[in-house]
């Protein structure tokens, strides 16, 4: 799935949650790549580097610790070729997760559709936004 605006690399059992996002984000008339990576290592830099220099924002989310997880591995290979698309990552923080049934885990901690869509909006530049950008 290509779109423009926003690409979203959903991770595993993650990539289910990143195709209602990507929905959610569609249903407002953004455009969405919605992207199922079939490994972590090594990156894929050729897909990557193409959506990143088409996209205004790159979301990743992964079942993972954040740290040192597949977002942060994107986002390393963006600063070291100079890519500055911003990348929103999604994943678990690095601490103690308490015990919990996977959706109230995921809620509390924003591994949700609704919480990538609330993290990636700031990023994008609408139209209208664009050409008051240009005007200024």
Known sequence: QHGREVAIFGLGNMFEVAQEAARMLEETGISVALINPRWIKPLDTGTLEFFARGCQVICTIEDHVLHNGFGCGVMEHLHENQINTPVVRIGWPDQFI???????????????????????????????????????
């Open 98 to 136: 308490e015990h919990g049934t996977i959706p109230i885990l995921r809620q509390k901690h924003g591994l949700t559709a609704d919480a990538l869509v609330e993290k990636v909006l700031p990023f994008l530049k609408r139209p209208a936004e664009k050409a008051r950008s240009s005007a200024a």
